[in-house]
Nanobody, 127 residues
Framework: QVQFVESGGGLVQTGGSLRLSCVVS????????IGWFRQAPGKEREAVSC????????YYSDAVKGRFTMSGDKYENMVYLEMNSLKPEDTAVYYC????????????????????WGQGTQVTVSS
């Protein structure tokens, strides 16, 4: 069964940085666009970023644009989310998933197009 595995979360102070990793198994990064999503307590899951497999273009939500950077390593078959200048409102469980319908990220990201959700990794930003 295909499932992504996220890691790298933790507790960090406001203004700090974290690097999340996502292991992609059973297919190559070239096959699908990969997205990062997050869900804060009591809130709906929201899109954070996306990496296109067609041209390596990226999409970021307005909430993280300029602070987060998504990248991929085709040799390791992993994607990363570099998070800088973290804020308490970034506290959430972060998930990665594959868009089985597209190789290029489009805005807005449609969560129903994504599959193979992992268990997530907890990011907590203290004030």
């Amino acid at each position: 069964q295909v499932q992504f595995v996220e890691s790298g979360g933790g507790l960090v102070q406001t203004g700090g940085s974290l690097r999340l990793s996502c292991v992609v198994s059973s297919f190559a990064l070239d096959d699908y666009a990969i997205g990062w999503f997050r869900q804060a307590p009591g809130k709906e899951r929201e899109a954070v970023s996306c990496l296109s497999s067609s041209d390596s273009s990226t999409y970021y939500s307005d909430a993280v644009k300029g602070r987060f950077t998504m990248s991929g390593d085709k040799y390791e078959n992993m994607v990363y989310l570099e998070m800088n200048s973290l804020k308490p409102e970034d506290t959430a469980v972060y998930y990665c998933a594959a868009n089985l319908m597209r190789r290029r990220c489009v805005s807005p990201l449609l969560q129903h197009e994504f599959a193979y959700w992992g268990q997530g990794t907890q990011v907590t930003v203290s004030s």
